[in-house]
């Protein structure tokens, strides 16, 4: 997994790229963005398909631990997780991943059907524009 802030704000993410030779390990990414203290969202532009990496029981457990210990910073600053996903079926079906996503991440997944609906989105989202992105 790789996170790339070279647009920050919004931050691309991309669950399949190798780390890369020499590269942080994605939590020490993710935990100097949270240090930043200031809001962002994350970008995932690959649509549901295009993401068919499992990951391993020990990638999930070390996923969790660290969720759990940054469960505050993730409230406050992160202000959602814009996945890309062009079939208006798969779409409907995220829904329900999206309410649980939630629940443990502490910020929503919104779904949208284009890269550029994903990036207006997180504009409105960061400027405010957005109040309830829970239920978008």
């Known amino acids: 997994m ?17 780390a ?3 590269a942080e390990d ?22 549901v398909d295009e993401t068919a990496h499992e990951h391993s029981h020990e990638e999930r ?6 969720m759990k210990k940054n469960k505050p910073a993730l409230c406050t600053f ?4 814009i996945q890309v996903e062009p079939s208006a079926a798969k779409r409907l079906a995220l829904k329900p ?17 284009s890269k550029e609906r994903a990036w207006t989105l997180a504009r409105d989202v960061l400027d405010g524009e957005v109040s309830d992105v829970a239920h978008f």
Not at 3 to 17: M, N, W
Not at 61 to 66: D, G, L
Not at 78 to 81: A, E, H, R, T, Y
Request: aromatic share 14%.
């Open 20 to 22: 890369g030779p020499g």
């Open 61 to 66: 457990k070390q996923a969790s631990i660290w």
């Open 78 to 81: 992160v202000k959602g997780m």
């Open 26 to 47: 994605v939590f020490v990414t993710f935990s100097r963005l949270l240090e930043r203290q200031q809001p962002f969202l994350l970008l995932h532009d690959k649509a």
């Open 97 to 113: 991943f999206a309410a649980t996503f939630g629940k443990a991440w502490g910020y929503p997944l919104l779904v949208v059907e």
């Open 2 to 18: 790789q996170l790339d802030s070279s647009t920050f704000p919004v931050v691309k993410i991309d669950f399949d790229a190798p």
